[in-house]
């Protein structure tokens, strides 16, 4: 793979997570391919596999904007790892109902081909996002 292939994929990712911090869903969901299989972090308030885009914002986007006040997520780095491109950072999140703040540290990986995600990984600290909810 040429490393024009592989910055484009990073600059693709990021694009998406700043369509993300903006509220854009509809620009953040273009990016996703239309069986985009999301796996959200097993015993998190989100855990499960999601398959196609509807799929994610019934299962994740939506709850997601019901259950925080504030949900944020601060990129610390985007690696290049060719056709994968690995996310680190933390989620800053305020609860929608007890008011609890938490920063918690993820790593999302994301599988990119023909210029869309078809395939997102979440690895966090599903305690602690439980435990504010």
């Given at each position: 793979?040429?490393?024009?292939?592989?910055?484009?994929?990073?600059?693709?990712?990021?694009?998406?997570?700043?369509?993300?911090?903006?509220?854009?869903?509809?620009?953040?969901?273009?990016?996703?391919?239309?069986?985009?299989?999301?796996?959200a972090v097993a015993g998190?308030?989100?855990?499960?596999?999601?398959?196609?885009?509807?799929?994610v914002a019934e299962g994740v986007i939506q709850p997601l904007a019901e259950d925080w006040?504030?949900?944020?997520?601060?990129?610390?780095?985007?690696?290049?790892?060719?056709?994968?491109?690995?996310?680190t950072g933390t989620v800053d999140a305020t609860a929608a109902d007890s008011g609890e703040t938490i920063e918690a540290s993820f790593a999302h990986v994301l599988t990119v081909e023909d210029g869309r995600v078809t395939r997102f990984v979440e690895y966090a600290d599903s305690h602690l996002l439980r435990q504010a909810l």
């Open positions: 793979m040429s490393s024009t292939t592989t910055r484009s994929n990073v600059e693709l990712v990021e694009t998406l997570y700043d369509a993300f911090a903006d509220g854009d869903m509809e620009r953040m969901m273009a990016g996703w391919a239309t069986d985009i299989e999301w796996v998190g308030p989100y855990g499960g596999t999601y398959t196609g885009p509807q799929a006040r504030e949900f944020g997520l601060v990129e610390k780095a985007f690696l290049d790892a060719g056709d994968t491109v690995v996310v």
